[in-house]
């Protein structure tokens, strides 16, 4: 597996990022060149003979430097570029999966889409998809403006408060794939951190089926803390009586990788100091802290939501 911690901006791992860093590198080649020239002209501006300095300022360098040269290579990169890029706009394949991925204060809010656009499954701060396959994301937001980007997938793309945008994304081979909000979004903004997993497809049929199954519900003492606390007011388990919209949705969370939209690694040490005081890991996020809860409650709780896998 491909590691997700380290964003590797020029290192695309599908066709939807291979296009937009070959476009990058042409771009970067570019002002590379136009740089040479610039200084070139600066060099012989102030230690050219006086023959080339006549040369440079006539009206002839002017309209071939000033004007032609410019039309010319911005016309043919944009052209260029138009052409590299169509795809990312081309109508999706009738069958693709769909995801809708929601902005929100400072992490995101998953939910798979089935055939006719309505949500099957919720998750939060990690997307899993089929290596191989096309994905759209129908990105939101639920308050600012963000901004969604997993480099070596796809471009970034802003979401918008009352607007809907799509984005196409792709994993070549299966990998573990860092994204990050883009829009600087107030608060703990660079802590809003998001993973996408690819699987090889018959492995993520086998999970995605496997999450849809009922699952028995273990350790009492942490679903009565669950629900006596209040974390049943915030967040959801699927098959339970939490159905809270507020927070991240919690039926999967055992599962997840990390934990405060990718801040910690997930595990019952983790959970219940996430649980205890969140603001002391992410200051300014929107969960309260729970100091009055015993070690004992704690350990309860995070064995609780270890569990939901």
């Given at each position: 597996m491909t590691s997700g911690s380290i964003f590797a901006v020029?290192?695309?791992?599908?066709?939807?990022?291979?296009?937009?860093?070959?476009?990058?590198?042409?771009?970067?080649?570019?002002?590379?060149?136009?740089?040479?020239?610039?200084?070139?002209?600066?060099?012989?501006?102030l230690r050219g003979s006086g023959r080339l300095?006549?040369?440079?300022?006539?009206?002839?360098?002017?309209?071939?430097?000033g004007i032609g040269f410019p039309v010319v290579v911005l016309t043919a990169l944009l052209v260029y570029g138009l052409t590299l890029t169509?795809?990312?706009?081309?109508?999706?394949?009738?069958?693709?999966?769909?995801v809708r991925i929601t902005g929100e204060m400072w992490w995101w809010r998953v939910a798979y889409l089935d055939p006719s656009g309505r949500p099957f499954m919720l998750d939060a701060n990690e997307l899993h998809i089929p290596a191989g396959r096309p994905v759209l994301l129908e990105l939101e937001s639920n308050d600012v403006i963000h901004s969604f980007w997993v480099p070596r997938l796809s471009g970034k793309l802003d979401m918008v408060p009352g607007r809907r945008n799509t984005l196409p994304i792709q994993a070549d081979g299966p990998g573990v794939f860092a994204g990050q909000c883009a829009e600087y979004c107030g608060g703990p903004h660079a802590l809003m951190g998001f993973v996408v997993i690819a699987h090889e497809p018959a492995a993520f049929d086998r999970m995605m089926a496997a999450r849809r199954a009922p699952r028995p519900v273990p350790d009492e003492r942490g679903r009565q803390l669950f629900r006596s606390t209040g974390c049943a007011a915030c967040h959801r388990i699927a098959g339970t009586e939490a159905n809270g919209m507020a927070g991240p949705d919690l039926t999967h969370v055992g599962s997840r990788r990390s934990l405060g939209a990718g801040i910690l690694p997930n595990n019952r040490g983790t959970l219940a100091g996430w649980i205890g005081?969140?603001?002391?890991?992410?200051?300014?996020?929107?969960?309260?802290?729970?100091?009055?809860?015993?070690?004992?409650?704690?350990?309860?709780?995070?064995?609780?939501?270890?569990?939901r896998k």
């Amino acid at each position: 597996m491909t590691s997700g911690s380290i964003f590797a901006v020029f290192d695309p791992a599908g066709p939807y990022a291979g296009s937009i860093t070959t476009l990058a590198w042409v771009l970067i080649a570019m002002f590379v060149a136009v740089l040479a020239v610039v200084i070139a002209a600066l060099w012989i501006a102030l230690r050219g003979s006086g023959r080339l300095k006549a040369r440079l300022g006539g009206t002839r360098a002017i309209w071939i430097g000033g004007i032609g040269f410019p039309v010319v290579v911005l016309t043919a990169l944009l052209v260029y570029g138009l052409t590299l890029t169509r795809h990312l706009t081309a109508p999706m394949p009738q069958d693709a999966m769909r995801v809708r991925i929601t902005g929100e204060m400072w992490w995101w809010r998953v939910a798979y889409l089935d055939p006719s656009g309505r949500p099957f499954m919720l998750d939060a701060n990690e997307l899993h998809i089929p290596a191989g396959r096309p994905v759209l994301l129908e990105l939101e937001s639920n308050d600012v403006i963000h901004s969604f980007w997993v480099p070596r997938l796809s471009g970034k793309l802003d979401m918008v408060p009352g607007r809907r945008n799509t984005l196409p994304i792709q994993a070549d081979g299966p990998g573990v794939f860092a994204g990050q909000c883009a829009e600087y979004c107030g608060g703990p903004h660079a802590l809003m951190g998001f993973v996408v997993i690819a699987h090889e497809p018959a492995a993520f049929d086998r999970m995605m089926a496997a999450r849809r199954a009922p699952r028995p519900v273990p350790d009492e003492r942490g679903r009565q803390l669950f629900r006596s606390t209040g974390c049943a007011a915030c967040h959801r388990i699927a098959g339970t009586e939490a159905n809270g919209m507020a927070g991240p949705d919690l039926t999967h969370v055992g599962s997840r990788r990390s934990l405060g939209a990718g801040i910690l690694p997930n595990n019952r040490g983790t959970l219940a100091g996430w649980i205890g005081d969140s603001q002391a890991i992410k200051p300014g996020n929107r969960m309260p802290p729970y100091k009055t809860l015993s070690a004992a409650d704690l350990q309860a709780l995070a064995a609780y939501l270890e569990a939901r896998k």
